[in-house]
């Protein structure tokens, strides 16, 4: 006889305030000195002809004409950009919600149970659950690793996977660095990726773990070239490698992927092999070499892999939204004024948060292409990866390549073209 648990308003109401009651506390406890130590050595601005001290700051929750400007200033400031939106806090709040997302979804996917109980609302509060377990785990380092190595390639990986999301364009304007030639940046970036995974395997002085790093760096290298190539032919199409400006391009004629479909295919296949998911997990294949090139870890370095991989998915996911889907074009569907009456200085903006809005909506969805294959596809073998890298993909990106100059040259896109608003 099976048992189901049965749903009960009750319980869901008194597990939200409980939840409630741990945020409270939470933030009492660390929020809050955490806000006094900023509001004490953090320097503000003036307000006008006042100036602004710690307790004219603490005023300002009550009093909309002394909160707008210093949040306006706190706002545009390259510390809330880097560390907060659009930089790393923003990709690291996606990452978070993309794993909890992938288990709920690949669950119902395969008809079994993801998180359900840690949080009692969908376990929830399932990754606080396993960022607390990971933190009090022990980090164990095998006696002959190279420690320096094995210590710090976490902490590049996790960082290199940040300087890729501070190039990112979220909405016009909201980019950490906007830079000419932004996507050879991005490409630049991920060039480090081969080379960590194969120090860390080979600091880790294990065979599996060594075995994975050189996967990991013959799989990365075979499809480096066909994803270069898919993206050049959005180069071709936009005029530059600014990324706000192949946004822009989108935007005054249309989507890239309607005409440069091979090339969108190519880059999603590459960036699966880049990011090392299936069909493409030779480099942590279980069932072949335990968990390849990450089998030593254990404790916040494997944490901080398993944040550096899904950032990375996070920006491999917004490029391809940026190249051949609009970037944050849409629609504005916010309101023009959230306080009507209100004459003073304003912090809200409909067409900025439009645009973000589009620009998350859009790269979850891609996300959701990228989780899908773990769920339906098994794992390729290494030659058939190989062959469909250097042979197919590289074909089918030069193609498409040459697709994008006929578009150019046969007037139809580019400078005065015919599909150019």
Request: net charge neutral; no cysteine.
């Amino acid at each position: 006889m099976s048992y189901t648990e049965s749903f009960r308003f009750g319980e869901f109401v008194g597990s939200v305030l409980w939840l409630v009651f741990w945020i409270l506390i939470i933030f009492s406890l660390v929020g809050l000195p955490l806000l006094f130590v900023v509001l004490f050595y953090v320097p503000l601005p003036p307000l006008g002809d006042e100036p602004l001290t710690p307790y004219l700051f603490l005023t300002m929750i009550v009093d909309p004409t002394r909160t707008v400007p210093i949040a306006k200033y706190m706002i545009h400031t390259d510390l809330f950009r880097v560390s907060a939106f659009p930089g790393f806090g923003y990709a690291a709040l996606i990452a978070a919600a993309t794993i909890f997302i992938e288990r709920k979804f690949l669950a119902k996917m395969q008809l079994r149970y993801g998180p359900l109980y840690v949080g009692k609302i969908e376990g929830i509060l399932q990754l606080m659950a396993d960022g607390l377990k990971l933190i009090s785990k022990e980090i164990i380092v095998p006696a002959a690793a190279d420690k320096p190595i094995f210590w710090a390639a976490p902490i590049a990986f996790v960082s290199v996977a940040a300087a890729g999301a501070a190039l990112i364009p979220v909405a016009p304007g909201w980019v950490v660095a906007d830079v000419d030639v932004g996507l050879l940046a991005v490409f630049a970036i991920f060039g480090f990726f081969p080379l960590i995974a194969l120090l860390f395997s080979w600091a880790s002085n294990s065979k599996y773990p060594f075995i994975g790093g050189l996967r990991a760096l013959h799989q990365i290298i075979a499809f480096e070239i066909p994803f270069i190539i898919s993206a050049l032919s959005v180069v071709i199409l936009a005029g530059s490698l600014n990324l706000t400006d192949i946004v822009n391009a989108q935007i005054s004629s249309y989507w890239f992927f309607f005409f440069l479909p091979i090339s969108a295919f190519v880059f999603y296949l590459s960036s699966l092999a880049e990011l090392e998911r299936i069909p493409f997990d030779l480099p942590e294949a279980e069932s072949e070499i335990v968990a390849g090139w990450i089998t030593e870890t254990s404790g916040m370095i494997y944490g901080l892999i398993q944040l550096g991989t899904y950032v990375k998915l996070y920006v491999l996911a917004a490029l391809f939204v940026v190249l051949f889907m609009g970037g944050w074009s849409g629609p504005v569907i916010f309101p023009q004024e959230i306080l009507p009456g209100y004459t003073g200085e304003k912090i809200y903006n409909p067409v900025t948060l439009s645009a973000i809005t589009w620009f998350t909506v859009k790269t979850f969805a891609v996300i959701m292409l990228f989780l899908l294959p773990r769920g339906i596809s098994p794992r390729i073998r290494i030659d058939i990866l190989l062959h469909t890298g250097w042979y197919k993909l590289i074909v089918l990106s030069f193609i498409n390549m040459f697709v994008a100059l006929a578009l150019i040259y046969g007037g139809i896109l580019g400078p005065g073209g015919l599909l150019v608003r």
